[in-house]
């Protein structure tokens, strides 16, 4: 007979000597796997502060939507990081004139839309003028108001005619509105076929779009251009900040835009995060709507200007990365006025405000907007910005507003108090800082003085560069000595990632995540 206890024995050595086994072709399994490289992800998630308020892109001017106009519809020309303009899908253009008004353009002849159909100079005929003539509420007029005429030559060459001298025309076909869409596809579908169901001649397509929440967009196989390296590109629209890096630290992002940068250090101390905060081509600006009765005294505007400390605001919040402003310019740009400095002076704000009958004992009450968490740290420069008016006798009652229903208001010149917008301006040229913030026809502008629109005219017809540019920055300063719109600080961008994403950083402050690769 066996010995019943021999059998235990033997019965647990085995099961040792098993575990023994099982446990080495595990760690050489792993082992294993460790050695081979990791396949990348298939799909790029973002984080990102707002959703676009249409899927129309020449329908509005919406800065911050830009990044995902360009994934899906490309621009007529691309503005890269030094801010030159470079061939997109107008692949060359030159003035046919002396006098700026006879532009000809060539189009690529390989882009085609993502529904496979080839792209025209009937498209950019339909997207630049017969459109915006039929539709005056399209937000492009306020960038070709001067475009006569296109003629067409062929499906890559046409001209563009303007009424007027129109210099700066290669810019915008660059800037905001600037893209071609498809005519065919516009006129089977209808306006509100499009929303649904946008198509453009980007690198990536929307295959799923959920408003105010998400949208998926995976990567064309025809685009024109380098193919994307990352197929697969979701936004998720997050507008609290917190959440945003919350999302980046926990893997359920792979980049967060517009990060507070209370946040940008203490994520590059993680091993495997990265953050960077950096000046671009935009500006803070307080916008003041003519059409309220407070702002129409001088006094209270200056006033107003006087009593804020830009600096103490930058190093407060923008670790003094973000440049204090004197006039409606970046520094450095062609429209800053050098020498020019409109400095913080406490009493010199309640002397002007005193002139226009208010003070401590006699408060100006009016309505201040912002918005929060669409820049990084507005709503805390706005509260700073409060107090500081509340030191000279302003009691300004903060409302909190999205970017959506500010353009809304503006649009409809209904703005009912002063507004804390950060102005886009990816071409750096003078006419789209000072030019647009105060055309008193444009939707957007609150400044509605109807004797700038002449002034406006004549620079924006100015053949002479070295005429037009001074013309702007006189412009430019008459505009803060008069309080027409106070400028405040250069803007920043905050960008957060892992470190496994190799992406470029533009000083437009676009996200492009067609550039964008896994690192290896």
């Not at 003041?288 to 505007?301: C, D, L, M």
């Not at 002034?455 to 006189?474: E, H, M, S, V, W």
Request: hydrophobic residues 40%.
């Amino acid at each position: 007979m066996i010995d019943a206890g021999w059998v235990r024995w033997f019965g647990r050595a085995l099961v040792a000597c098993l575990a023994m086994v099982c446990s080495g072709l595990m760690a050489s399994s792993a082992w294993a796997q460790s050695d081979k490289p990791a396949a990348p992800p298939e799909e790029l998630k973002i984080a990102y502060p707002v959703d676009v308020p249409s899927w129309d892109p020449t329908a509005v001017t919406f800065p911050a939507g830009q990044s995902l106009y360009k994934a899906v519809f490309d621009s007529a020309l691309f503005i890269d990081g030094d801010l030159k303009l470079q061939p997109a899908l107008i692949k060359s253009w030159r003035w046919l004139d002396d006098k700026n008004m006879r532009l000809g353009i060539v189009l690529r002849d390989d882009v085609t839309f993502h529904d496979g159909s080839k792209l025209t100079t009937d498209d950019f005929k339909f997207s630049f003028l017969d459109r915006p003539k039929q539709d005056k509420r399209l937000a492009i007029n306020g960038f070709f108001g001067a475009l006569q005429d296109i003629q067409v030559s062929s499906p890559t060459e046409a001209t563009m005619v303007f009424s007027t001298p129109t210099p700066t025309a290669p810019n915008y076909l660059g800037f905001l509105t600037s893209y071609i869409l498809p005519h065919a596809y516009f006129e089977k579908v209808g306006e509100d076929g499009f929303q649904a169901a946008p198509i453009g001649a980007g690198p990536y397509k929307v295959v799923r779009y959920e408003r105010g929440s998400r949208v998926v967009l995976e990567a064309y196989d025809k685009y024109w251009g380098p193919k994307p390296a990352i197929k697969r590109v979701v936004f998720e629209f997050v507008p609290d900040s917190s959440a945003r890096v919350a999302m980046l630290e926990s893997s359920r992002a792979d980049v967060a835009v517009q990060i507070p940068l209370r946040e940008v250090n203490r994520l590059n101390k993680s091993p495997a995060l990265k953050a960077e905060v950096y000046p671009y081509s935009e500006i803070f600006i307080l916008q003041i709507p003519s059409y309220v009765p407070a702002f129409q005294n001088e006094h209270v505007r200056r006033a107003l200007h006087l009593a804020i400390n830009k600096q103490a605001i930058s190093k407060a919040f923008y670790a003094n990365v973000a440049k204090p402003l004197s006039v409606l310019a970046t520094p450095g740009s062609p429209g800053d006025v050098a020498g020019f400095n409109y400095a913080f002076d406490k009493a010199a704000a309640q002397a002007e405000l005193a002139r226009a009958g208010y003070g401590p004992d006699k408060p100006l009450k009016i309505q201040f907007l912002s918005t929060n968490n669409t820049f990084p740290s507005d709503y805390e420069m706005a509260r700073a910005i409060v107090q500081m008016w509340s030191q000279i006798g302003v009691q300004a009652d903060l409302q909190e507003i999205t970017l959506a229903k500010y353009l809304e208001l503006s649009h409809s010149s209904k703005v009912p108090g002063v507004m804390l917008y950060s102005w886009a301006n990816a071409t750096g040229d003078p006419e789209i800082f000072a030019g647009k913030i105060l055309d008193p026809r444009l939707r957007f502008s609150t400044w509605k003085e109807p004797e700038l629109a002449k002034t406006i005219d004549a620079l924006a017809a100015q053949a002479d560069p070295d005429k037009r540019i001074q013309g702007y920055r006189d412009l430019a300063r008459l505009a803060t000595e008069h309080a027409w719109s106070l400028p405040l600080l250069q803007s920043v961008a905050t960008v957060a990632s892992k470190k496994s994403v190799d992406m470029q950083v533009y000083q437009t402050g676009y996200i492009l995540p067609a550039t964008y690769r896994w690192s290896r």
